[in-house]
């Protein structure tokens, strides 16, 4: 397609970004190609193909309480001439999306740095993961269980019992009785093949998440005395921590409900080293002030 000048400049300058964003970290780089994807198939760099943008009405209307600004085709995409290009007068500017989601610009707008940005933030609102998660986080409790037992139940009785008061502080309830279950057969496992890890997570609040790792790496081996009496002898080895933690962005909101929808699969260990390196970096801030 005929593409005019102008409209390449503003192309090559969103592509500009791209590649900055491509050398930054594994967000920017994430976010890159989706815009990429995006401008491949973009014909008017004017108006992102939203084939809208915005005007100023003109003095003339001034106190008609109708507003300043109005909405109208953009002419830089329009292909039957003479067309009336008003669409209708509005307000405001701000926050101003097309019908396909994307910020509406001046009709003359042309700087490329405005496009990406406007790119950026559609491709974030599709996909809050995109963003890196910000969270507070705050330790409720911790347990590393390391022992030799014969009665596997009654230990795992004992654990429930430790945690019980907290998961009851912050969950209430009916949800905390399910809660307690959850982590009363994840922990009753043994003999797996290697560490298992797993993360039980569940919203509490508007925001407020609580989520609990347990690492488990008990073992079991059966035994017999005089070769007829046989008993089973379990190693436990089980680690288990309980967190609270605030979402501070979207993203973080995003990883949180993955987590509670056991859709986060493989990517558990992924999640628990992002919490981790995230808990690192905001004590270290903490250090430092
Ligand atoms: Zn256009």
Same mark, same amino acid.
């Given at each position: 397609?005929?593409?005019?000048?102008?409209?390449?400049?503003?192309?090559?300058?969103? @592509?500009?970004?791209?590649?900055?964003?491509?050398?930054?970290?594994?967000?920017?780089?994430?976010?890159?190609?989706?815009?990429?994807? @995006? +401008?491949?198939?973009?014909? =008017?760099?004017?108006?992102?193909?939203?084939?809208?943008?915005?005007?100023?009405?003109?003095?003339?209307?001034?106190?008609?309480?109708?507003?300043?600004?109005?909405?109208?085709? =953009?002419?830089?995409?329009?292909?039957?001439?003479?067309?009336?290009?008003?669409?209708?007068?509005?307000?405001?500017?701000?926050?101003?999306?097309?019908?396909?989601?994307?910020?509406?610009?001046?009709?003359?707008?042309?700087?490329?740095?405005?496009?990406?940005?406007?790119?950026?933030?559609?491709?974030?609102?599709?996909?809050?993961?995109?963003?890196?998660?910000?969270?507070?986080?705050?330790? +409720?409790?911790?347990?590393?269980?390391?022992?030799?037992?014969?009665?596997?139940?009654?230990?795992?009785?004992?654990?429930?019992?430790? =945690?019980?008061?907290?998961?009851?502080?912050?969950?209430?309830?009916?949800?905390?009785?399910?809660?307690?279950?959850? @982590?009363? +057969?994840?922990?009753?496992? +043994?003999?797996?093949?290697?560490?298992?890890?797993?993360?039980?997570?569940?919203? @509490?609040?508007?925001?407020?998440?609580?989520?609990?790792?347990?690492?488990?790496?008990?073992?079991?081996?059966?035994?017999?005395?005089?070769?007829?009496?046989?008993?089973?002898?379990?190693?436990?080895?089980?680690?288990?921590?309980?967190?609270?933690?605030?979402?501070?962005?979207?993203?973080?909101?995003?990883? =949180?409900?993955?987590?509670?929808?056991?859709?986060?699969?493989?990517?558990?260990?992924?999640?628990?080293?992002?919490?981790?390196?995230?808990?690192?970096?905001?004590?270290?801030?903490?250090?430092?002030?």
């Amino acid at each position: 397609m005929y593409m005019t000048d102008y409209n390449l400049c503003i192309k090559n300058e969103i @592509i500009s970004f791209i590649e900055m964003y491509k050398t930054g970290d594994r967000y920017q780089q994430k976010i890159a190609l989706e815009i990429e994807e @995006i +401008v491949k198939s973009k014909t =008017c760099f004017f108006c992102l193909d939203e084939k809208q943008c915005w005007n100023y009405r003109g003095s003339e209307f001034k106190g008609d309480k109708k507003g300043e600004f109005y909405i109208k085709k =953009c002419p830089q995409c329009l292909t039957i001439h003479n067309e009336k290009l008003w669409i209708k007068d509005c307000i405001s500017t701000i926050d101003l999306v097309g019908p396909f989601g994307i910020q509406l610009f001046r009709d003359d707008a042309n700087a490329g740095s405005d496009k990406f940005e406007a790119l950026e933030k559609y491709v974030i609102q599709k996909n809050p993961e995109l963003v890196k998660p910000e969270f507070t986080r705050s330790s +409720v409790h911790h347990n590393h269980i390391i022992e030799k037992t014969y009665e596997l139940e009654v230990e795992v009785g004992k654990i429930i019992e430790t =945690c019980k008061p907290f998961i009851e502080f912050y969950m209430g309830g009916p949800m905390s009785v399910l809660m307690l279950n959850n @982590i009363k +057969v994840s922990i009753s496992g +043994v003999n797996r093949e290697s560490t298992q890890t797993e993360i039980l997570c569940e919203k @509490i609040n508007t925001n407020e998440f609580m989520y609990i790792v347990m690492k488990n790496r008990s073992t079991e081996k059966e035994k017999s005395r005089f070769g007829f009496y046989k008993y089973k002898k379990c190693y436990l080895d089980i680690k288990l921590d309980i967190y609270k933690m605030n979402t501070l962005n979207n993203s973080a909101h995003h990883l =949180c409900s993955k987590i509670i929808n056991e859709a986060a699969g493989n990517d558990i260990i992924e999640i628990i080293d992002l919490l981790d390196k995230i808990a690192q970096t905001k004590t270290k801030q903490q250090e430092t002030i």
